[in-house]
């Protein structure tokens, strides 16, 4: 049979950061590639699937009191209140992100207070690493020893209301 990997890493509950997934991960392939083998990575988002193969910008932990403080505002005075600040504190990233993404305002805005730099600030510093999602070669994560390889991104896509039903069975 084939083998799975992080099946029970986390328990249904928590959560788990992209961050965190890609240090997971992350040894997981390694070791699967050390043995020769190769590594399937399915389900997840391409947050997540990013996280893993290219690695994600520097950026601080989550912080649940700011995000609970800015869940607030954009409870209290609409998520319009929220794109209008990041528009203030950093145009490049309200300019990126969607006016109703709750979660990417709401991180924008946290990054920006817990560090006084926007979020985009922190884009720009992994900028020269690859973002070649055509199948460019690209190191893995942690690298084991220098061997490189190319990933092949597979998506089945299903118009949404499909998608709902087989969640909902």
Same mark, same amino acid.
């Given at each position: 049979?084939?083998?799975?990997?992080?099946?029970?890493?986390?328990?249904?509950?928590?959560?788990?950061?992209?961050?965190?997934?890609?240090?997971?991960?992350?040894?997981?392939?390694?070791?699967?590639?050390?043995?020769?083998?190769?590594?399937?990575?399915?389900?997840?988002?391409?947050?997540?699937?990013?996280?893993?193969?290219?690695?994600?910008?520097? +950026? @601080?932990?989550?912080?649940?009191?700011?995000?609970?403080? =800015?869940?607030? *505002?954009?409870?209290?005075?609409?998520? &319009? !209140?929220?794109?209008?600040?990041?528009?203030?504190?950093?145009?490049?990233?309200?300019?990126?992100?969607?006016?109703?993404?709750?979660?990417?305002?709401?991180?924008?805005?946290?990054?920006?207070?817990?560090?006084?730099?926007?979020?985009?600030?922190?884009?720009?510093?992994?900028?020269?690493?690859?973002?070649?999602?055509?199948?460019?070669?690209?190191?893995? +994560? @942690?690298?084991?020893?220098?061997?490189?390889?190319?990933? =092949?991104?597979? *998506?089945?896509?299903?118009?949404?209301? &499909? !998608?709902?039903?087989?969640?909902?069975?």
């Amino acid at each position: 049979g084939v083998p799975y990997h992080l099946i029970d890493a986390a328990d249904p509950s928590e959560t788990v950061s992209a961050g965190a997934y890609a240090r997971l991960a992350g040894p997981v392939l390694n070791a699967i590639i050390a043995r020769s083998r190769v590594p399937i990575v399915a389900g997840g988002t391409g947050l997540y699937i990013r996280a893993l193969l290219e690695g994600l910008s520097e +950026l @601080p932990e989550a912080d649940p009191a700011v995000r609970a403080e =800015l869940s607030a *505002s954009a409870d209290l005075q609409g998520l &319009e !209140s929220l794109a209008k600040r990041l528009a203030e504190v950093d145009p490049e990233a309200a300019a990126r992100i969607p006016a109703n993404n709750r979660s990417r305002l709401i991180r924008a805005l946290e990054v920006h207070r817990l560090t006084g730099r926007p979020i985009s600030s922190f884009w720009k510093r992994t900028a020269g690493r690859s973002q070649d999602l055509g199948g460019g070669t690209r190191p893995v +994560l @942690p690298a084991v020893g220098r061997q490189e390889w190319r990933p =092949l991104y597979l *998506s089945i896509i299903r118009p949404p209301e &499909e !998608s709902r039903e087989r969640i909902s069975l």
